[in-house]
């Protein structure tokens, strides 16, 4: 496996940080003294983006669920949040997450080697589905060919060793309600039993940006990972040539998804975009790059704006012994929106 990524602005954002930061927003962008994550106000760009992505949603496909989250200042903003929709092979970073949980207990290491079953083949997506029987992986390989390829016969391979149960108890004992492994990924079966929601992936992804997710070389490594994907056709296809995105996608029928950190310079955020029931995967695709890059350009400018306030931070007024009342708060729980699950049978997840 290759080294882990280096994510600097991640590893100096500590309370500190997170506070001024949220100061510094509400302060440079003359905020009143409502400014919080809750709050209809946000931020300058931010409260621009929260706007068009209400505009832009009126008008979307099917069913959809939204979230993004700033990484610096944990202000967040979506639609149908907490939606519980069909997750595709998104769900392969809970397997991932589990992974590397029992890794850290010591249970195996990345040079585990797993044997290819009969019974681990899935044809619906990846190249092991065709590997002679017997054939062995370690588990660094698995790995990445289930993100980077999504390849679901290396997937179930590793559920295989993990186990489904413990998958689905670590992401409850992690706070994510709406996420489930619900079988192995069979072409030929029920695969809209794998479920989660915008509001559980973006937990998932801003703890693994924080170094806290089981660890901090285990949040690195997946971090990594997920920087090796290549199908990067939706929420990388409008962002600037070079901009480095760590992601996950999903396809299941008339289901599109797409999650991911993105590496914004000074702004770093999460962003997840849930879609289905759709027309047309085209209407999906159109869909997801459209949010995509509503939020880059937003906290494209933000980071500017951000930029530009940062001696306001030396103010003696910012020192003031209030100044500790404006660190940002949890943003109040959406209603949690019914999916009808309607999707009838269908292929596996693909990427």
Same mark, same amino acid.
């Given at each position: ?6 994510? %600097? ?40 983006? =929260? ?40 769900? $392969? ?19 585990? $080697?797993?044997?290819?079953? =009969? ?17 062995? +992986? ?16 290396? &997937?179930?391979?590793?559920? =295989? ?8 108890? &670590? ?12 079988? +192995? ?54 962002? %600037? ?6 992601? $996950? ?19 770093? +955020? ?25 939020? +880059? ?51 596996? %997840?693909?990427?």
């Amino acid at each position: 496996m290759t080294s882990p990524l280096r994510v %600097p602005m991640i590893q100096v954002m500590g309370m500190v940080r997170r506070s001024l930061a949220a100061i510094l927003a509400c302060v440079a962008f003359a905020m009143s003294a409502h400014c919080d994550a809750r709050a209809a106000s946000m931020p300058g760009p931010l409260g621009e983006f =929260r706007s068009r992505l209400a505009t832009f949603s009126q008008r979307a496909p099917g069913h959809v669920g939204v979230l993004v989250q700033d990484l610096t200042t944990g202000i967040s903003t979506g639609i149908n949040a907490s939606a519980n929709m069909p997750a595709a092979s998104i769900i $392969k970073i809970p397997v991932m997450v589990e992974v590397f949980r029992q890794m850290s207990l010591g249970t195996f290491d990345l040079n585990r $080697k797993i044997t290819l079953t =009969r019974s681990d083949r899935d044809w619906g997506w990846g190249d092991l589905a065709s590997a002679p029987g017997g054939a062995r +992986y370690t588990v660094s390989r698995l790995l990445w060919l289930m993100i980077t390829d999504s390849d679901n016969t290396a &997937t179930n391979m590793l559920i =295989r060793l993990v186990g489904r149960a413990h998958i689905n108890t &670590t992401m409850r004992e992690l706070g994510l309600h709406q996420t489930r492994v619900g079988d +192995y990924i069979r072409s030929n079966g029920d695969i809209r039993s794998l479920r989660s929601s915008p509001r559980d992936m973006t937990r998932l992804l801003v703890a693994m940006a924080h170094d806290e997710l089981v660890d901090e070389w285990s949040s690195r490594e997946m971090v990594n990972i997920l920087t090796g994907q290549r199908h990067n056709s939706l929420l990388p296809q409008p962002l %600037p040539a070079g901009t480095q995105i760590a992601h $996950k996608t999903g396809t299941l029928h008339d289901t599109l998804n797409d999650v991911g950190i993105v590496f914004l310079g000074t702004e770093p +955020y999460v962003i997840a975009v849930m879609t289905t029931q759709l027309p047309t995967l085209d209407a999906g695709r159109r869909f997801i790059r459209g949010v995509s890059r509503l939020a +880059y350009a937003s906290f494209e400018r933000f980071a500017v704006l951000h930029a530009s306030a940062v001696p306001a931070l030396e103010s003696p007024a910012l020192r003031a012994p209030d100044v500790q009342m404006w660190t940002p708060l949890a943003p109040v729980p959406e209603p949690v929106a019914t999916d009808p699950d309607t999707v009838s049978p269908a292929p596996s %997840p693909t990427p």
